[in-house]
């Protein structure tokens, strides 16, 4: 793949441009971006990261002191750059080279063809698309990946490992779709559960190709296998760099399964559990992940044809459910979406959804200025524009799924199409 | 909110394909195209899809994290113990006799008619005495005995008290006189006295017992006191009163005179409340600059840590010290006048209780965790030097459950103008400690009398061990009550082992006491009151006691209500389904 595409070259040059230009012109701005909730989380946020590779090169276990909760397997990757305080070039170069590697896999995706027409499905209006490099362009000039960028986030790692998984399974290439997608799992949990239909969308792939699969069970058994292990080699990395395995797994999976920090962000979990009585807390986390994790199962037998746009909608489920949701999340569900350009005609509520969306992103860090540091605020004002901001989400995921069934829906019934429909 | 993200999930189940409606062109309501068998099945399967994780994950979830966990307390054992049924503490004491000159046999006559006396003398049987002839090898023991006695390990009655008749010539009455470092009352007779084995009721006899009632009076109120004050022990109606003529701890109190009820009952009130560990903190204040140091460490080892020693098997002791200087006095308290006739500065007796400056001495109200008793070495001004308290010429007090004060007025030096010593040797505070030493055995709750410290701390064992043991009764009661009366609240294991060990202490303490055997009584009461503290103050236990039923409602229905509407009405339109498949297929048939 020597041939580079020259307008691919231009928007990867382009966005490599604008980070380091917006990095040169405000110095300031990566450690303003790296302190705002909305960008850093407690398991994401690169100032902890910071700590814990502090405590790392010391020879302390990295976990010493409660601030740290990120996955170990960062820490010998972040001890390669130079210290980003003095030096931040490196960093955001570093970052900002995660970013492109993201779009290319976004590419890779998108070039698949796999949204439009899959094994069992296929759209209707698919020659409405818009190619690889257009999307890759909208991902990475979104100004939410830019600021994830800048911020210096470790959720952009994440974000990796699930794209990857993403091209690798519509490239027929499902081993290594599985060791992604495990490795976005031991970053951070919840991508474990796109596992049912990430392994859908590599069978299908895989009997679209010459030969036929074994059966489906067989298939699933060993893609879990597959995934299992991935994951169990990377803890038993992890092991060995950090030593105590149970505090390891307490300071991360465990701050990430029960939630001890409720600092703001712009989720709806922390909030929620501020007020919930104690004794009530430990069935509310299992209540939430459980919603979480209850659409999974409904999603992926209700649109078993389209299991990419089920992972789609899973991770705009996520960006909304997730106990530490950031704007990275966000990035990610907006970098997918574009895949689904022709469901954007079904579409009915885009109007609202997106002026929900940028109504939260202006007002958003105004209500967190006046809660915090001006004082003349409480935090009901920014709790209400996360509420909006997961609304404007909801609505744009509650549009999408239904423009989707719409789109099935009009495929068995040719005569109706263009037509006026009522959902009853 | 959640309703609203339930959407994707519902809109699902309820937007079939073939279940949308469709208005034509003219208006005309046109019937819905038939469902496709595969629609119906999908439908059934997503439905299937959310139940399962309902029914699998989120049930146990929810059973596990919201049923309360109680642990099995023995209430009916708890309340028995509140009430008093389960123990009468009685205080057997056992008095050894040492007759080195009379043979056996008098001996034993003498004791018979002595313990006869005594028993006709005593209306409180509670606390009995009981005479013993000591055997030979246990003189030599007794003779050295200079603190309290080893707890008896082998299961024999402590020595309340050991009476050795000394014969003496020239004596026209019997005298007695107590050791004031041991616990031996010497008692010297004219050999003449010594009872015909006939006598029925010899004088020196009724002589001894006297004595023996007398030295007891005070500990005997104290104890009545004690049992009466909570309604454990005799004067509870529900008691069984097996006793074949007990009386009443009401009774002892009617009996003793005026002056020692009160006497007891002042005391009562200003000893401390009893704790497992006290902080002593001894703070030497000085409104000027001198004196700025003090031999306080060979001062308490000198004069307090003896006691302290003595005090071991009652509480444990962590002592403090602190110098603290250009120590003001609070702008409202009075000023001492000066005296012409005493010649020196005087404090009201009124005004003792604004001497001490809590607004700005730091004297910190506890360390820890057990109360501080405070000492007070208050060095006056040279100005304002010697001041003493104007009544009574007195230079220290008491602050009831609080402390002790002493105003130490050292030698001015000479020099142009008077100035206080730079130090206070250990000689200069000699009466300081002296006088904290006393203060603290008061404010420990130390009976006044007789004189021998060794008696005292005895009677201070018995009267210790019978507060613990009724106290950590009641707070089993409370405890059991509490339990009872708000069923929502959890009861973690640790507090039913503190409540299985509180009991059988409390069991092993009331054994210890039937026996006389006071020391380890005490020791076992206050394992038995630590342990009954640490159930009744268990932090996870009172979380959720203001949280009745109703508010569950509030918890669960504004999340799970939206979440569960169209879940179960998606349920009943399957079920539904089903039933009328079902129904149509036996109509074929």
Same mark, same amino acid.
């Given at each position: 793949?020597?041939?580079?595409?020259?307008?691919?070259?231009?928007?990867?040059?382009?966005?490599?441009?604008?980070?380091?230009?917006?990095?040169?012109?405000f110095p300031s701005l990566p450690d303003l971006l790296t302190g705002r909730v909305e960008v850093s989380t407690p398991i994401s946020s690169f100032k902890r990261l910071q700590e814990g590779l502090f405590l790392y090169t010391r020879n302390v276990s990295p976990y010493d002191g409660g601030v740290f909760h990120q996955a170990p397997l960062l820490l010998p990757v972040f001890a390669l750059l130079p210290n980003a305080r003095e030096f931040p070039l490196p960093t955001a170069l570093f970052y900002s080279l995660i970013d492109l590697i993201n779009a290319n896999a976004l590419i890779t995706i998108s070039d698949s063809g796999q949204a439009g027409s899959g094994r069992l499905f296929s759209a209707l209006r698919k020659h409405i698309r818009w190619?690889?490099?257009?999307?890759?362009?909208?991902?990475?000039?979104?100004?939410?990946?830019?600021?994830?960028?800048?911020?210096?986030?470790?959720?952009?790692?994440?974000?990796?490992?699930?794209?990857?998984?993403?091209?690798?399974?519509?490239?027929?290439?499902?081993?290594?779709?599985?060791?992604?997608?495990?490795?976005?799992?031991?970053?951070?949990?919840?991508? /474990?559960?796109?596992?049912?239909?990430?392994?859908?969308?590599?069978?299908?792939?895989?009997?679209?190709?010459?030969?036929?699969?074994?059966?489906?069970?067989?298939?699933?058994?060993?893609?879990? /296998?597959?995934?299992?292990?991935?994951?169990?080699?990377?803890?038993?990395i992890s092991c060995f760099i950090v030593g105590d395995f149970s505090q390891f797994i307490s300071a991360t999976y465990g701050f990430q399964l029960l939630v001890p920090d409720l600092t703001p962000n712009v989720g709806l979990w922390w909030y929620f559990f501020i007020e919930m009585f104690d004794s009530f807390r430990e069935f509310f986390l299992g209540v939430f992940w459980l919603h979480l994790a209850a659409y999974v199962g409904g999603l992926t037998v209700r649109l078993r044809g389209q299991p990419l746009f089920v992972i789609t909608s899973l991770l705009g489920i996520f960006a909304v459910f997730k106990p530490y949701p950031s704007i990275s999340d966000a990035s990610l569900y907006f970098a997918l979406l574009p895949l689904y350009r022709?469901?954007?005609?079904?579409?009915?509520?885009?109007?609202?959804?997106?002026?929900?969306?940028?109504?939260?992103?202006?007002?958003?860090?105004?209500?967190?200025?006046?809660?915090?540091?001006?004082?003349?605020?409480?935090?009901?004002?920014?709790?209400?524009?996360?509420?909006?901001?997961?609304?404007?989400?909801?609505?744009?995921?509650?549009?999408?799924?239904?423009?989707?069934?719409?789109?099935?829906?009009?495929?068995?019934?040719?005569?109706?199409?263009?037509?006026?429909?009522?959902?009853? | 909110?959640?309703?609203?993200?339930?959407?994707?999930?519902?809109?699902?189940?309820?937007?079939?394909?073939?279940?949308?409606?469709?208005?034509?062109?003219?208006?005309?309501?046109?019937?819905?195209?038939?469902?496709?068998?595969?629609?119906?099945?999908?439908?059934?399967?997503?439905?299937?899809?959310?139940?399962?994780?309902?029914?699998?994950?989120?049930?146990?979830?929810?059973?596990?994290?919201?049923?309360?966990?109680?642990?099995?307390?023995?209430?009916?054992?708890?309340?028995?113990?509140?009430?008093?049924?389960?123990?009468?503490?009685?205080?057997?004491?056992?008095?050894?006799?040492?007759?080195?000159?009379?043979?056996?046999?008098?001996?034993?006559?003498?004791?018979?008619?002595?313990?006869?006396?005594?028993?006709?003398?005593?209306?409180?049987?509670?606390?009995?005495?009981?005479?013993?002839?000591?055997?030979?090898?246990?003189?030599?023991?007794?003779?050295?005995?200079?603190?309290?006695?080893?707890?008896?390990?082998?299961?024999?009655?402590?020595?309340?008290?050991?009476?050795?008749?000394?014969?003496?010539?020239?004596?026209?009455?019997?005298?007695?006189?107590?050791?004031?470092?041991?616990?031996?009352?010497?008692?010297?007779?004219?050999?003449?006295?010594?009872?015909?084995?006939?006598?029925?009721?010899?004088?020196?006899?009724?002589?001894?017992?006297?004595?023996?009632?007398?030295?007891?009076?005070?500990?005997?109120?104290?104890?009545?006191?004690?049992?009466?004050?909570?309604?454990?022990?005799?004067?509870?109606?529900?008691?069984?009163?097996?006793?074949?003529?007990?009386?009443?701890?009401?009774?002892?109190?009617?009996?003793?005179?005026?002056?020692?009820?009160?006497? $007891?009952?002042?005391?009562?009130?200003?000893?401390?409340?009893?704790?497992?560990?006290?902080?002593?903190?001894?703070?030497?204040?000085?409104?000027?600059?001198?004196?700025?140091?003090?031999?306080?460490?060979?001062?308490?080892?000198?004069? $307090?840590?003896?006691?302290?020693?003595?005090?071991?098997?009652?509480?444990?002791?962590?002592?403090?010290?602190?110098?603290?200087?250009?120590?003001?006095?609070?702008?409202?308290?009075?000023?001492?006048?000066?005296?012409?006739?005493?010649?020196?500065?005087?404090?009201?007796?009124?005004?003792?209780?604004?001497?001490?400056?809590?607004?700005?001495?730091?004297?910190?109200?506890?360390?820890?965790?057990?109360?501080?008793?405070?000492?007070?070495?208050?060095?006056?001004?040279?100005?304002?030097?010697?001041?003493?308290?104007?009544?009574?010429?007195?230079?220290?007090? $008491?602050?009831?459950?609080?402390?002790?004060?002493?105003?130490?007025?050292?030698?001015?030096?000479?020099?142009?103008?008077?100035?206080?010593?730079?130090?206070?040797?250990?000689?200069?505070?000699?009466?300081?400690?002296?006088?904290?030493?006393?203060?603290?055995?008061?404010?420990?709750?130390?009976?006044?009398?007789?004189?021998?410290?060794?008696?005292?701390?005895?009677?201070?064992?018995?009267?210790?061990?019978?507060?613990?043991?009724?106290?950590?009764?009641?707070?089993?009661?409370?405890?059991?009550?509490?339990?009872?009366?708000?069923?929502?609240?959890?009861?973690?294991?640790?507090?039913?082992?503190?409540?299985?060990?509180?009991?059988?202490?409390?069991?092993?303490?009331?054994?210890?006491?039937?026996?006389?055997?006071?020391?380890?009584?005490?020791?076992?009461?206050?394992?038995?009151?630590?342990?009954?503290?640490?159930?009744?103050?268990?932090?996870?236990?009172?979380?959720?006691?203001?949280?009745?039923?109703?508010?569950?409602?509030?918890?669960?229905?504004?999340?799970?209500?939206?979440?569960?509407?169209?879940?179960?009405?998606?349920?009943?339109?399957?079920?539904?389904?089903?039933?009328?498949?079902?129904?149509?297929?036996?109509?074929?048939?």
């Open positions: 793949m020597l041939v580079v595409d020259r307008r691919q070259a231009a928007v990867f040059a382009g966005a490599l441009a604008l980070r380091l230009l917006l990095l040169v012109l190619d690889g490099v257009s999307i890759a362009a909208w991902f990475l000039f979104n100004p939410f990946t830019i600021a994830t960028c800048l911020g210096r986030s470790t959720s952009v790692f994440t974000t990796t490992g699930i794209l990857y998984a993403l091209s690798n399974a519509v490239s027929g290439n499902s081993l290594n779709a599985m060791l992604s997608l495990g490795f976005a799992s031991y970053l951070s949990i919840y991508p /474990a559960l796109l596992f049912i239909p990430l392994m859908l969308l590599c069978y299908d792939r895989r009997a679209q190709g010459s030969r036929l699969p074994a059966g489906v069970a067989i298939f699933a058994v060993q893609h879990l /296998a597959i995934f299992l292990l991935s994951i169990a080699g990377l803890l038993g022709h469901l954007f005609p079904l579409m009915r509520y885009t109007f609202f959804a997106v002026s929900a969306l940028l109504y939260a992103t202006l007002l958003g860090p105004a209500f967190y200025h006046l809660w915090i540091y001006a004082g003349s605020g409480n935090a009901n004002f920014f709790y209400a524009i996360t509420l909006v901001w997961s609304l404007g989400l909801s609505i744009l995921l509650a549009d999408t799924i239904f423009a989707a069934l719409r789109d099935e829906w009009e495929q068995e019934n040719p005569e109706m199409r263009g037509k006026e429909a009522r959902q009853i | 909110m959640t309703g609203k993200n339930e959407d994707p999930g519902s809109s699902q189940t309820t937007s079939m394909p073939a279940n949308d409606t469709m208005s034509s062109k003219a208006g005309a309501l046109l019937l819905p195209p038939p469902e496709k068998p595969e629609a119906i099945r999908t439908r059934f399967k997503v439905i299937a899809a959310f139940w399962a994780v309902i029914i699998f994950l989120g049930f146990p979830i929810w059973w596990k994290t919201t049923s309360i966990y109680r642990a099995r307390l023995p209430i009916q054992d708890m309340v028995e113990w509140a009430d008093g049924k389960s123990c009468r503490p009685v205080f057997p004491l056992e008095i050894h006799f040492e007759t080195p000159s009379l043979p056996e046999s008098e001996a034993h006559h003498l004791l018979r008619a002595t313990q006869h006396t005594l028993d006709d003398l005593n209306e409180f049987s509670a606390h009995h005495l009981r005479l013993k002839l000591s055997g030979e090898g246990a003189v030599a023991g007794h003779d050295d005995m200079l603190e309290q006695p080893q707890p008896s390990l082998d299961g024999k009655a402590d020595n309340a008290l050991t009476v050795r008749l000394l014969p003496q010539e020239n004596l026209a009455a019997p005298r007695s006189e107590l050791h004031p470092d041991t616990i031996r009352l010497d008692v010297y007779y004219p050999p003449s006295q010594i009872p015909p084995p006939s006598a029925s009721n010899p004088p020196l006899s009724a002589y001894i017992a006297g004595e023996l009632q007398n030295l007891f009076t005070e500990e005997k109120a104290i104890i009545a006191q004690v049992l009466s004050d909570s309604s454990v022990g005799g004067t509870n109606p529900l008691a069984p009163s097996s006793a074949n003529n007990q009386q009443q701890p009401s009774v002892v109190l009617n009996s003793i005179s005026p002056q020692l009820a009160e006497s $007891i009952t002042r005391r009562l009130r200003r000893s401390m409340k009893y704790a497992e560990t006290y902080h002593l903190a001894f703070s030497l204040f000085t409104p000027g600059s001198e004196p700025a140091s003090w031999d306080v460490q060979t001062a308490v080892e000198e004069y $307090i840590s003896p006691l302290l020693q003595a005090f071991t098997p009652i509480s444990n002791f962590t002592v403090d010290t602190q110098v603290q200087l250009y120590a003001t006095s609070a702008p409202t308290a009075p000023l001492p006048e000066y005296d012409e006739t005493q010649a020196a500065w005087t404090l009201k007796k009124e005004d003792l209780s604004a001497f001490i400056n809590a607004a700005e001495w730091p004297l910190s109200p506890s360390i820890g965790n057990g109360p501080t008793i405070n000492f007070i070495l208050y060095v006056p001004a040279p100005s304002q030097s010697p001041m003493v308290v104007k009544e009574s010429s007195a230079t220290g007090w $008491i602050i009831p459950q609080w402390g002790g004060v002493f105003l130490l007025n050292p030698p001015l030096s000479t020099a142009d103008y008077p100035s206080n010593p730079p130090h206070l040797s250990q000689e200069t505070l000699r009466p300081a400690f002296l006088t904290f030493s006393h203060q603290l055995l008061t404010l420990l709750g130390a009976p006044a009398s007789p004189a021998s410290l060794p008696f005292r701390l005895q009677t201070l064992i018995r009267v210790r061990a019978a507060t613990l043991l009724l106290s950590a009764s009641s707070t089993m009661g409370s405890l059991a009550r509490l339990t009872e009366s708000l069923p929502s609240i959890p009861i973690p294991a640790n507090v039913a082992t503190s409540v299985s060990t509180t009991l059988s202490h409390l069991t092993s303490t009331c054994e210890h006491l039937r026996e006389g055997r006071f020391q380890a009584a005490l020791a076992d009461a206050r394992v038995a009151e630590a342990e009954a503290e640490r159930s009744f103050f268990e932090k996870s236990m009172v979380g959720q006691v203001y949280f009745p039923d109703e508010h569950k409602v509030a918890v669960y229905l504004p999340l799970l209500g939206p979440i569960g509407v169209p879940l179960i009405v998606g349920l009943l339109k399957e079920v539904k389904r089903v039933i009328t498949s079902l129904k149509a297929k036996k109509q074929q048939t």
